[in-house]
C-alpha cells in the first residue's frame, strides 16, 4: 500500500504524463504550420516570377497570398525559434558572470520580453476588435483582414509561453541551450568527416 508521502510524486508524474503528449502536439503543429507557410510562400513567388519572365504577367492574388503567408511565417518562426532557445542575444558579457548571476539576469530579461509579448497580443485584440466593427477586406482576395491579423496575439501568447517553458526546462530540468547555428555547423562536419574517402579507409 503507498505512503501518502509518495502521493505529490504520483500526482506530479500523472500531470506531467498528461501535459507531455499536449506539448509534443503543439509542437508539431507549429513546426510543420512553419514548413508549410514557408514553402507555400516559396512556391507563390516562384510561380509569380516565372509568370512575369515567361509571359509577362502577374496575379495580384498570388503577391497577396505570399505577403501574408510570409508574415504568418515569420511570427510563427518566432515563437518556434523561442521554443528552442534559438533567438539571438549578446550572451558575451553575460557568459563572464557567475552561472547563477547569469541565470537571474537571464529570467529577468525573458519576464521582460513575455511581458512585452502579452502587452502586444492584448494590444492587437483591441486592433481585431475595431476589425470586427469596421470590416476592412483585402483589395485582391476580398479577405477579412480580421483573419490576416489573427496571428498576432496567437504568435505572441504562445512565444511568450514557450520563453517561460524554456526558463522552466534551464531552472528546474537543468537543461542545457546550446547555440542552433554552431550545432548545425558541427553536424554538418561531421557528417562531411565520416563521408569522406579518407574515413572509408
Known amino acids: ?57 502577374g496575379m495580384a492574388w498570388i503577391e497577396e497570398l505570399s505577403r501574408y503567408a510570409f508574415v504568418w511565417f515569420v511570427f510563427l518562426g518566432a515563437a518556434h525559434a523561442a521554443h528552442l532557445g534559438a533567438h539571438n542575444r549578446l550572451q558575451i558579457h553575460i557568459n563572464l558572470l557567475p552561472k547563477r548571476v547569469a541565470n537571474g539576469l537571464l529570467l529577468f530579461v525573458d519576464l521582460v520580453w513575455v511581458g512585452f509579448c502579452l502587452t502586444l497580443a492584448w494590444k492587437s485584440l483591441s486592433l481585431i476588435e475595431l476589425l470586427f466593427a469596421f470590416p476592412y477586406r483585402t483589395p485582391a482576395m476580398g479577405w477579412s483582414l480580421v483573419y490576416v491579423y489573427m496571428i498576432f496575439p496567437v504568435a505572441f501568447v504562445l512565444m511568450a509561453f514557450r520563453v517561460l517553458q524554456v526558463q522552466y526546462l534551464k531552472l528546474v530540468k537543468g537543461v542545457e541551450f546550446g547555440d542552433i547555428d554552431q550545432e548545425q555547423v558541427d553536424k554538418i562536419i561531421e557528417d562531411e568527416a565520416s563521408n569522406s574517402p579518407s574515413s572509408e579507409k
Open 1 to 57: 500500500m503507498l505512503g501518502r508521502e509518495n502521493l505529490p510524486a504520483l500526482n506530479a508524474r500523472s500531470w506531467l504524463d498528461r501535459v507531455v503528449p499536449v506539448l509534443k502536439f503543439i509542437n508539431n503543429i507549429e513546426d510543420y504550420t512553419c514548413r508549410f507557410l514557408l514553402g507555400l510562400f516559396v512556391i507563390l513567388i516562384f510561380a509569380q516570377v516565372v509568370m512575369r519572365a515567361t509571359l509577362g504577367i
